[in-house]
Nanobody, 116 residues
Framework: QVQLVESGGGLVQPGGSLRLSCAAS????????MYWYRQAPGKERELVAF????????NYVDSVKGRFTISRDNAKNTVYLQMNSLKPEDTAVYYC?????????WGQGTQVTVSS
């Protein structure tokens, strides 16, 4: 079955950086777009970024453009989210997502907290 395992979250000061990873298994990784979402307390889950199956194209929510970079390594079945210039409003649980089944699949999430 599809499995997504996120890692790399933690506590960081404003202006700092983190790199999230999502290790995927159970499907042909290189055939699917991959997505990063986040959910802050009391807010709806929002799409942060996605990357096409080959990695040739990416897209970002306006609030992270120029600060976050999504990438993938199809040989390692892993998608990454490099987050720079972090702000307190980036605090959220970050989730990896793939639509390899009709219902889609989610990881367990990784907590990112930006605070001084």
């Amino acid at each position: 079955q599809v499995q997504l395992v996120e890692s790399g979250g933690g506590l960081v000061q404003p202006g700092g950086s983190l790199r999230l990873s999502c290790a995927a298994s159970g499907f042909t990784f290189s055939r699917y777009f991959m997505y990063w979402y986040r959910q802050a307390p009391g807010k709806e889950r929002e799409l942060v970024a996605f990357i096409t199956s080959s990695g040739a194209s990416t897209n970002y929510v306006d609030s992270v453009k120029g600060r976050f970079t999504i990438s993938r390594d199809n040989a390692k079945n892993t998608v990454y989210l490099q987050m720079n210039s972090l702000k307190p409003e980036d605090t959220a649980v970050y989730y990896c997502h793939v639509r390899a089944t009709s219902s889609g699949s989610w990881g367990q999430g990784t907590q990112v907290t930006v605070s001084s």
